[in-house]
């Protein structure tokens, strides 16, 4: 089985008045298909930099990154970014729902950016939406709707050009404890597939039963990984 995230000795620093800040350090890690691992830890030891390297949003500053087998600090702006709309799926805290649009419309995005035309697009938005157990919200702005149905909204736009790598930033944190954990329940039966990894990053440990591993970093490094029992049966296959 082919990782679809190879990060070897990573490092990121930022320029900061005086010298560099260096947040990311050696960071050594496959993510592999199937899997939805977690990168846990305190404020500032490094997650959401993390994801950013691996979308390619920051450009670290040594060691390999390599997504679905791209080296991604061998492409060019323009590379970048065809990958992060056609191959990868992103969830945040805040959920970044476009508040002009209704729920409908916000999840057809990512098809209308891969060119695909609106009657189709909203024709799967709409089907993902419904699976998601929001049919009865469809023309809802997010202003209209809970926090864990624009949690929902989110989920579909991010799944609904079938992405071979999904990342979440804080995906429960804006939410209580029952909408966290539906949402978790509902991330693990749709995004977790044979060819997609999942990567979430959490601070809540009430969500960390939800993990095929759970990667735990500090001080901008990796300090243990803790493996679940499906990441165990995935790797025996």
Known sequence: MQPIVVCNNLCHEFQVAGGTIQVLKDISLEIYPGELTMLVGPSGCGKTTLISVIAGLLRHSAGDVFVLGKNIAKLSSMELLKLRREKIGFIFQQFNLLLGLSSNEN????LVANQQSWETAQAKSNALLTQLGMGNHLEKLPRQLSGGQQQRVAIAR???HDPKLLLCDEPTASLDSQSGQ???KLLTELAVKPDRAAIVV???PRIYAFADRVVHMEDGRID???QGKEAIRLQRH
């Open 107 to 110: 999840a057809a995005v990512p």
């Open 158 to 160: 991010a799944l609904v």
């Open 182 to 184: 539906t949402v978790m």
């Open 202 to 204: 959490t601070h809540d």
């Open 224 to 226: 243990k990984v803790e």
